[in-house]
């Protein structure tokens, strides 16, 4: 013990010797922190107690009432749903793109990862624009569709189908790159030993992406259930039909009821919290199975 | 091409997943942006170039434009502060706050936009103060950067971070011992190294900046040539049922926001052959 220890202090006391120029002065670094600390009150914490302050301002009675009253209800409801159709969709999708792109080589594959990506550099305005002139009532299918008296535009489809739009990427490009570095070694040992695809699949791809997967589809559900503008475009605003919550927030917004806008709003920011607490857990245990896969894998294999 | 389809012959379900996700991706994506983009040759070129350049939407091109890079600087130099703060500083809180940095990616757009309104209005617990020394936050071109700089804040920080974990500390430590002050290798020898990743990051904030429409439809008062926002002008379009009109100035947008990604790739691919 006395051996490291005056080990340690021989190398603290090494350090110091070059330690100002490895080092910003003290002044420096108390500055730094006070200006990032500044800006990130400024706009991070501040927002989040106003939502809450200005949530409950009118008494906890008119902040429950304006959550269970029938239009917040309908709102709510609808934003479950959206997101119930949205997100599993964008799942099975980017397990299959990951697949396709990382355990095989073809031609056009880097056209197909930019392309994926497409729907976050789109304003989400435009991306709800699309639908509207392709099943809107001047769109090239809308004649059909009224024909066929089946409306997207304006009803509860044509919101699924923007949520869709603005959430696509989300799982693919948490996969991608991950199961590209993973590699297919281990998948073909599994073939090799027997495995059938699906099995491969389940016992062995999917336990290593599981917390890719997760943090794919938390913030996908955090997108889904906050999107506006595009939503915007094609509900239609008709309340307690076509209202999801961000547009429920807008229109008591809008009608100068300040404390039900925010109560409304302040289910997305309990949302959104319980979202970066998720996402913080999952880097967690991303980094202690990076540091110790095999203890990880180890143990799971154990187990069963 | 078909010796790597053979090679990779053990694992199956390569047509399955290739065709299903190149099937979604048209149905979802490339069918209705490109049918957007057919809309517009179903109007005249002239319709289309006095809706494009009508003084209206000269104005809200300059106030997409100005405030999304007032708002991508101000993060590329506040999110290089905080980065830095939070990689190699240890102070309380210190890990609270580095998972609050994602709260504009994760927070509602609409919930954004109604709570920094009400924090920057007259009334305010900040804006009373700027109205105070005579500045005016909401409702004025002022509050859209606001609104820009809040929604584009993760983006320089998350680019950063990871670079400056894994800047060799040896080369520091190099520049100190052949006599380099502090300052000398932070300019010569860190900068350069994250500069590719700065100007990734003010790419990124920027381009979402352009498109955003909830944050700053709430702040911004929407007054036409004032502080009307592109995506805002659309949506007003639309609420007019001038469906060619809104598809013209989505067209104009999208041609903008392409063409300066493509002018800040280029800058960056001018970074990585200086300094790498």
Redesign the interface.
Request: charged fraction near 10%; aromatic fraction near 14%.
């Given at each position: 013990m006395n051996v490291m220890e005056t080990l340690g202090s021989r190398s603290i006391k090494l350090r110091r010797g070059?330690s100002?120029?490895?080092?910003?002065?003290a002044w420096i670094?108390v500055l730094?922190?006070g200006?990032?600390?500044l800006?990130?009150a400024?706009?991070?914490?501040?927002?989040?107690l106003?939502?809450f302050t200005?949530a409950f301002k009118k008494g906890i009675e008119v902040y429950f009432a304006s959550i269970t009253e029938p239009d917040a209800a309908a709102a709510i409801r609808l934003t479950l749903l959206t997101a119930a159709i949205a997100i599993p969709?964008n799942l099975?999708?980017g397990?299959?793109?990951a697949?396709?792109i990382s355990?095989?080589?073809?031609?056009g594959k880097s056209l197909?990862v930019t392309?994926?990506d497409?729907?976050f550099?789109?304003?989400?305005?435009?991306s709800g624009?699309?639908?509207?002139?392709?099943f809107?009532l001047?769109?090239?299918l809308g004649p059909w569709l009224q024909a066929q008296d089946f409306k997207i535009i304006f009803a509860i489809p044509g919101i699924v189908?923007a949520t869709?739009?603005v959430t696509?990427p989300f799982v693919a490009r948490e996969l991608i790159p991950l199961m590209q570095t993973q590699g297919?070694e281990e998948?073909?040992a599994a073939?090799?030993l027997g495995a059938s695809?699906w099995q491969?699949?389940w016992r062995v791809t999917l336990p290593n992406v599981k917390w890719a997967l997760l943090y794919g589809v938390i913030?996908c559900n955090?997108r889904a259930?906050?999107?506006?503008?595009a939503v915007?475009?094609v509900s239609g605003h008709i309340r307690g039909l076509t209202n999801t919550?961000?547009?429920h927030?807008?229109i008591l917004?809008n009608e100068y009821n300040?404390a039900g806008?925010?109560a409304v709003?302040s289910l997305?920011?309990i949302l959104?919290l319980i979202?970066?607490?998720l996402?913080?857990l999952i880097d967690w245990k991303a980094k202690i199975h990076a540091q110790f896969p095999d203890e990880v894998a180890g143990g799971r294999s154990y187990e069963h | 091409?078909l010796r790597?389809?053979r090679r990779?012959r053990?694992?199956?379900?390569?047509g399955?997943?290739?065709g299903?996700?190149?099937f979604?991706?048209s149905l979802?994506?490339?069918?209705?942006?490109g049918?957007?983009f057919l809309?517009t040759f179903t109007m005249s070129w002239d319709h289309f170039w006095t809706t494009v350049t009508s003084a209206r939407a000269l104005a809200s091109y300059r106030l997409s434009l100005g405030a999304s890079m007032i708002a991508a600087a101000t993060n590329t130099i506040?999110g290089l502060?905080?980065a830095?703060?939070?990689v190699?500083?240890e102070?309380a809180g210190k890990r609270i706050?580095d998972?609050?940095?994602?709260?504009?990616?994760?927070?509602?757009?609409?919930?954004?936009g109604?709570?920094?309104t009400?924090?920057f209005a007259g009334n305010?617990?900040?804006g009373s103060y700027f109205e105070s020394l005579g500045v005016k936050v909401a409702f004025t071109r002022i509050g859209v950067v606001v609104a820009l700089?809040?929604i584009g804040?993760p983006f320089v920080v998350r680019t950063l971070e990871p670079l400056l974990q894994d800047l060799d500390?040896e080369i520091?430590?190099a520049?100190?011992?052949l006599g380099?002050?502090?300052w000398q290798?932070w300019t010569r020898v860190i900068f350069p190294e994250l500069l590719p990743a700065l100007l990734t990051g003010f790419a990124l904030a920027f381009?979402r900046a352009?498109?955003?429409?909830?944050s700053v439809v709430?702040i911004s008062g929407n007054m036409p040539m004032r502080t009307e926002i592109t995506?805002?002008m659309?949506?007003t379009k639309?609420a007019q049922?001038d469906?060619a009109g809104?598809?013209a100035l989505?067209i104009a947008?999208?041609a903008m926001?392409?063409a300066l990604?493509f002018l800040i790739n280029l800058l960056q691919w001018w970074s990585r052959a200086r300094y790498a």
């Open positions: 070059t100002g120029r490895l080092t910003e002065p670094k730094l922190i200006v990032a600390m800006f990130l400024v706009f991070l914490i501040l927002p989040l106003v939502v200005e969709l099975v999708f397990l299959a793109a697949w396709a355990k095989f080589d073809f031609a197909l392309l994926i497409l729907p550099s789109v304003s989400p305005v435009i624009l699309i639908y509207v002139l392709l809107g001047q769109g090239w189908l869709i739009f696509f297919s998948e073909v073939r090799v695809g491969t699949f913030l955090a259930m906050g999107e506006f503008g915007s475009v919550i961000p547009l927030v807008e917004y300040s806008a925010f709003a997305l920011a959104t979202t970066l607490v996402k913080s | 091409m790597a389809l990779h053990v694992l199956p379900g390569f399955l997943t290739l299903f996700s190149v979604y991706l979802i994506v490339l069918i209705p942006l049918a957007a809309k506040m502060i905080v830095w703060v939070l190699r500083y102070f706050l998972a609050l940095v994602d709260l504009p990616f994760a927070l509602p757009t609409a919930v954004a109604i709570t920094l009400a924090m305010g617990w900040l700089t809040f804040l500390p520091e430590e520049a100190a011992t380099a002050n502090r290798s381009a352009i498109g955003e429409y909830g709430f995506p805002l659309i949506m639309l049922f469906y809104a598809t989505a947008m999208l926001s392409f990604l």
